[in-house]
């Protein structure tokens, strides 16, 4: 044997070797590995149904990207395990501590990904960088299916052609664990969840398909878009795991929902009148990590300021009163009445005997020719008008332009609150003075 043969030999065990001191079982988040020449890591996500996962640099922890941004994907192969995964409790501390699962109509959640932008192969925001697999929740054991199987081998193909440098299971993946918690309850028949964004064709790709069958397998793949809302974050020291879940939707998705929308009995009022009030309102995936299940109601409304979709509720609609009531019974508690606040059993059924108490007896016009009986009150910013619920005695604003109800008092004229879509902070923002701020403006 020659000494080019030889050194391929041992070149090939020594490869061989790698992969064996580097198992799947053994590559689980947390663990600390050796990748490239020597550099060390700490495996943040793992998908060894692809042999593929995402390190975390040791010392600053953040995501290991490439020069253009993107996530690099390594294999097994190229890892070698240094040190275990840390057990602390059974429980993971690398693993994301909360995550939000949102479903809604396909009108709105295809809202949703006109937010981010055209699907485009070049440019895409992390929601969109990821391929999907089909995600209708109407027949939640073929759903199922899909998900263990991931995803369809030529739609795979085409995206590692397009975009080589683009990771493709992270959505199949949570949407599986999602689907094992919820999949015998998963009866929404329009509504979807969002397992990510296949890489499309344009029209102009379509239409230079070499022939009518490739152009209609091209088509095909450019409508395999799951409409759908997926976010995970960690708690920090000050903040809640409900503050870390909205956060993740903000900071993830450039989206956020009403105070209203998050309440458990509008939650729960919602999922009555879709004909499955055992959804649940949270649960807990394979990695531990308190999953808020959030449901938007049909007519909901939509708002965007300041690159924030926003989704509100409905003006004088059902589940808005119960949530807003919620919210007057919850004062001073973070987490009082919000989706998940409980810490086990079923969403709450209950719910005020008369649900006409509130305004939605009065039409906006009839509550603006009542706005004098508030006329030694502050002032409110063009739009808005008082409200006074007949259940509870308290008063709350309501802006007739966006339909947002709120109990605190309207931001004053030319601020708008935004979420920093970087940090998942929520702060105030004057366009006319180009003046932000965190701390609440007053006037």
Not at 10 to 15: C, D, L
Not at 375 to 396: E, M
Request: charged content about 25%; proline content about 7%.
């Amino acid at each position: 044997m020659g000494p080019a043969s030889k050194r391929a030999r041992e070149k090939a065990e020594e490869a061989e070797v790698r992969k064996r001191m580097a198992l799947p079982q053994q590559l689980e988040p947390g663990a600390v590995v050796l990748y490239w020449d020597g550099w060390r890591g700490i495996v943040h996500d793992a998908f060894e149904a692809l042999d593929s996962y995402w390190l975390a640099d040791e010392e600053s922890g953040e995501v290991i990207r490439d020069e253009s941004g993107e996530i690099i994907a390594f294999k097994s192969a190229e890892l070698q395990v240094v040190a275990p995964p840390p057990k602390l409790q059974g429980k993971n501390p690398y693993a994301p501590a909360v995550g939000v699962f949102v479903l809604g109509t396909a009108s709105q959640m295809m809202r949703v990904l006109e937010h981010f932008g055209p699907p485009d192969p070049t440019k895409r925001t992390e929601p969109q960088e990821l391929l999907a697999i089909p995600c209708h929740l109407c027949d939640p054991g073929s759903l199922l299916r899909t998900a263990r199987e991931g995803v369809n081998p030529a739609t795979l193909k085409l995206a590692q052609d397009q975009r080589p440098d683009l990771h493709v299971a992270l959505r199949a993946y949570h949407l599986r664990h999602a689907v094992e918690q919820c999949s015998a309850l998963l009866r929404l028949e329009d509504y979807f969840c969002l397992a990510g964004v296949t890489v499309p064709y344009s029209e102009e790709e379509i239409q230079a398909g070499v022939d009518k069958d490739e152009k209609k397998w091209r088509r095909s793949v450019a409508n395999q878009l799951d409409v759908c809302v997926t976010a995970y974050g960690q708690k920090g020291e000050e903040t809640t795991l409900f503050e870390a879940a909205q956060q993740s939707l903000g900071k993830s998705c450039g989206m956020c929902l009403s105070e209203v929308l998050w309440q458990e009995a509008a939650q729960s009022c919602i999922r009555k009148s879709l004909g499955v009030p055992e959804l649940p309102l949270h649960f807990a995936d394979s990695m531990n990590a308190k999953i808020y299940v959030l449901v938007l109601p049909e007519d909901a409304s939509i708002t965007e300021e300041g690159g924030i979709l926003a989704f509100h509720e409905a003006f004088g609609s059902d589940y808005a009163n119960l949530g807003l009531e919620a919210d007057a019974e919850g004062d001073g508690a973070d987490d009082t009445g919000k989706v998940g606040a409980s810490a086990t059993g079923p969403p709450a059924t209950g719910a005020p005997e008369d649900r006409s108490e509130g305004h939605q007896d009065k039409t906006v016009s009839q509550w603006e020719a009542e706005q004098d009986k508030f006329a030694d009150q502050p002032k409110l910013p063009p739009g808005w008008i008082r409200i006074t619920s007949r259940n509870t005695g308290k008063t709350y604003f309501y802006n007739k332009e966006t339909q947002e109800s709120s109990f605190e008092f309207p931001l004053p004229e030319g601020w708008v609150k935004q979420v920093s879509k970087s940090t998942g902070k929520t702060y105030y923002f004057h366009a006319r003075r180009k003046f932000s701020t965190f701390v609440r403006p007053t006037e």
